[in-house]
């Protein structure tokens, strides 16, 4: 499976934004999908995963209540609803799909087989 990520973008303190990850391929619904982020000169970091039916989501600690994961298979699709968004946001963010066996194992990017490019987020203050 082949994934874009999109929708990134500058935006002020406060602001929102939707990111989508979209799949190529017959068989996206049977793959966990999961975004990450990555700022300049850190470490790339989970932020959220959804399971392949869309059935549960999990958070990282730092974006739990303001970012919200979603997917329409219909559509081959993921989305990040990003709201409130804050100066320490700003990162490049990735969507990754792959067959997650917990919800702890969907925090590690190594579980993930499929990557995207990613999507740049900028967020002034």
């Known amino acids: 499976v082949q994934l874009q990520a999109s929708g990134g973008g500058l935006v002020q303190a406060g602001g929102s934004l939707r990111l989508s990850c979209a799949a190529s391929?017959?068989?996206?619904?049977?793959?966990?999908v999961g975004w990450f982020r990555q700022a300049s000169g850190k470490e790339r970091e989970f932020v959220a995963t959804i399971t392949r039916s869309g059935g549960s989501t999990t958070y990282a600690d730092s974006v739990k209540d303001r970012f919200t994961i979603s997917r329409d298979n219909a559509k081959n699709t993921v989305y990040l609803q990003i709201d409130s968004l804050k100066p320490e946001d700003t990162a490049v963010y990735s969507c990754?799909?792959?067959?997650?066996?917990?919800?702890?194992?969907?925090?590690?990017?190594?579980?993930?087989?499929?990557w995207g490019q990613g999507t740049l987020v900028t967020v002034s203050s």
């Open positions: 391929g017959r068989t996206f619904s049977s793959y966990d």
């Open positions: 990754a799909a792959g067959y997650i066996v917990d919800s702890t194992a969907g925090r590690y990017p190594w579980n993930y087989a499929y």
